[in-house]
């Protein structure tokens, strides 16, 4: 089934979201993707997610600066401001229970969501992201510099070029390719940036420096999947990691060796049965005889 696209205003700006139907009594599985990318990103998984007749409905969202929502110079990009957007898209798709899903950036927006709107989110899943805190990394002007992204400003197929030569390599294809290439636009010179721009990327970024998932992570009641994607031969557990462990209610870890940060374009068929199995979890919602499926 084809993704129909929707589009609806929040507050200040107009997000898009990429909408499959599914069996109405499963929680929606609402996808939110990292820094610079958009809703795209997750169509290898989608296509895996609702290979099976008994899938439930499936929203990929376009936050604000990114993709095809709304792109406000001036932000804001903080992590509660983009929580609030995506509440409210929620709201007026009346999506009232939802496993909400978040990779890298888009984690801590999963992470928040699900610590401020327990009654909705009953299941998350977070993808290399959600559960880090930038302060920890050292001081904010290095780890700021260190995080800022090249400006890119080169011909397409040179980048496409320099993205499928490097960690997804081995993975590459056809199916990746239209998944990153709406992350990009070509200006009258043919040469190719992100759609976010450097100057939204560096306020998204100076947001994520900004918060602290800590309050939000003790706040989490529901099923939560930590997903750490690391290098083969990694002994020691993420720290962060084992502080999200020891914060949530109900946490579900999983350290994938061998994984790339991009590992929704790498392994989608593996972050679909994590997302099949967060899904399983929670269940069915509650029919009106008082029973459900789980």
């Not at 509440?87 to 950036?105: E, F, N, T």
């Not at 992470?111 to 959600?130: F, N, S």
């Not at 030569?165 to 993975?171: K, M, S, V």
């Not at 998932?213 to 990691?241: K, Q």
Request: charged share 25%.
């Amino acid at each position: 089934m084809d993704p129909v696209r929707i589009v609806r205003s929040t507050a200040d700006v107009s997000l898009v979201a990429d909408s499959v139907a599914g069996d109405a009594e499963l929680p929606t599985v609402v996808l939110l993707h990292g820094l610079t990318q958009q809703r795209k990103f997750w169509g290898p998984v989608i296509r895996r997610l609702t290979s099976r007749p008994d899938h439930p409905p499936v929203l990929a969202v376009d936050q604000r600066g990114h993709g095809d929502a709304d792109k406000p110079d001036h932000g804001p990009y903080d992590v509660a401001t983009c929580t609030a957007d995506v509440a409210r898209l929620l709201d007026q798709l009346s999506i009232d229970r939802c496993v909400v899903v978040g990779h890298s950036w888009g984690g801590w927006i999963a992470v928040e969501l699900a610590a401020q709107q327990p009654d909705r989110v009953v299941g998350m899943v977070a993808l290399d992201g959600g559960f880090t805190r930038l302060a920890d990394l050292g001081e904010r002007e290095a780890v700021r510099t260190r995080l800022t992204p090249p400006r890119l400003g080169i011909p397409l197929d040179d980048l496409l070029e320099r993205i499928s030569t490097g960690p997804l390599a081995p993975w590459w294809s056809d199916e990746m390719r239209d998944a990153l290439l709406p992350t990009f636009e070509v200006d009258d010179e043919g040469l190719a940036r992100t759609r976010l721009g450097f100057d939204r990327h560096m306020q998204v970024l100076d947001g994520a420096l900004d918060y602290d998932p800590v309050v939000a992570l003790e706040a989490i009641a529901c099923p939560a999947w930590m997903v750490r994607c690391e290098p083969v031969g990694t002994v020691e557990p993420d720290a962060a990691l084992l502080r999200a462990a020891g914060l949530l209610a109900m946490p579900r870890v999983l350290r994938w060796a061998g994984a790339v940060h991009d590992v929704p374009l790498q392994w989608p068929a593996l972050v679909a049965g994590v997302i099949e199995s967060c899904v399983d979890e929670v269940g069915a919602a509650e029919r009106p005889d008082g029973r459900g499926d789980a």
